[in-house]
């Protein structure tokens, strides 16, 4: 079986000839180039075709998410293992959802993160006890409810039957300016950016219904 193939992308010297220290003792990895930031991490993986790429997340001139990102769409088999020093879910869920393979910290002991790479360029995901406690949480958080007022829900219906900003201040008696502000917050609410997605929205959660609206 041929060896895993392996680049480390760190800013820091240390932590790469601490890293590359872990790999060159055994002959199940070869380490094929190494970064120092996000820019420099997209052409080493073009030049190496690496089998994983163990990325740290912050680092400069471009975020390791973006870095995660982009090497999805220039090199889609790439596998992407995140060794990293933050275990929130401001870190955590962008890079997940941006195709991350696995999610592991930087305690973690040589063994498990040999065990780790190897794991990660099967495609199996690795993540650590506490990254792995970020994501249940948020799997079994409720989603907040988006609710509108009863005066945002009617400028939403008046919307759905074509009325412009005009139309609903006329027949509201509000003016355009409170019409728009109105819209701004359905748009927050709903999380779309105009009009014809706010209905969408709306009529597929239930805020409003064709028989009753129509």
């Known amino acids: 079986m041929p060896p895993i193939r392996l680049i480390i992308v760190d800013d820091h010297p240390i932590v790469r000839d601490g890293l590359r220290g872990i790999f060159a003792a055994d002959a199940g990895f070869e380490v094929v180039g190494e970064a120092a930031d996000g820019p420099e991490a997209l052409a080493v993986a073009l030049r190496t075709d690496p089998d994983v790429v163990l990325l740290d997340l912050r680092m400069p001139r471009m975020s390791g998410v973006e870095v995660i990102r982009r090497l999805r769409e220039q090199t889609p088999g790439i596998h ?102 109105h819209l701004l917050h359905v748009f927050a609410k709903l999380q779309v950016k105009d009009r014809a997605a706010a209905v969408a929205a709306a009529y597929e959660i239930g805020l409003l219904r064709p028989a009753a609206d129509g």
């Not at 990293?84 to 869920?93: C, Y």
């Not at 799997?139 to 139309?167: Q, W, Y």
């Open 80 to 181: 992407v293992l995140v060794l990293t020093t933050f275990d929130d879910d401001a870190d955590v869920l962008p890079a997940i959802e941006q195709g991350a393979t696995g999610y592991l910290l930087k305690d973690t002991p040589r063994a498990d993160l040999r065990r780790a790479v190897l794991a990660a360029s099967r495609g199996e995901t690795v993540l650590s006890p506490t990254v792995a406690g970020v994501l249940t949480a948020k799997d079994r958080a409720p989603e907040a409810p988006r609710t509108l007022s009863r005066r945002e829900l009617e400028v939403l219906k008046l919307i759905a039957r074509g009325a412009t900003n005009r139309d609903i201040a006329g027949k509201l008696f509000i003016t355009e300016a409170t019409v728009k502000t």
